[in-house]
Nanobody, 128 residues
Framework: HVQLVESGGGSVQAGGSLKLSCLVS????????LGWFRQAPGSEREGIAA???????LYGDSVKGRFAISHDRTKNTLYLQMGGLMPEDTGMYYC???????????????????????WGQGTQVTVS
């Protein structure tokens, strides 16, 4: 039974920082990627960052240089350290686990209804 549970969202002022966590359990893929996505009201889901089991990371253009993804295997937790936050970073943030490589996960995961793997329930980030 795969479970992904996000936490760490909240309200923050522009320029501030926030760290999201995603507790991951039950993933049985031999190799897999973990990713972060976000979706603002009225907008399509956007791929933010992804990391594979070898530590390869990929970022969406809108967050490069500001966000950092990491995976602590000892704690079964995926993180997203967000800095230099801007109002356009506002949205619901979701973590995902997939057998796809990071690039494919970010590409396909943004498509509504895509069956890339497993998703968490989301955590809200509001930047004002």
């Amino acid at each position: 039974h795969v479970q992904l549970v996000e936490s760490g969202g909240g309200s923050v002022q522009a320029g501030g920082s926030l760290k999201l966590s995603c507790l991951v359990s039950g993933v049985r893929y031999s190799t897999y990627s973990l990713g972060w996505f976000r979706q603002a009201p009225g907008s399509e889901r956007e791929g933010i960052a992804a990391i594979d089991t070898g530590g390869l990371t990929l970022y969406g253009d809108s967050v490069k240089g500001r966000f950092a993804i990491s995976h602590d295997r000892t704690k079964n937790t995926l993180y997203l350290q967000m800095g230099g936050l801007m109002p356009e970073d506002t949205g619901m943030y979701y973590c995902a686990a997939s057998p796809l490589q990071p690039g494919r996960l970010l590409e396909l995961g943004k498509v509504a209804g895509s069956a890339v793997g497993y998703w968490g329930q989301g955590t809200q980030v509001t930047v004002s």
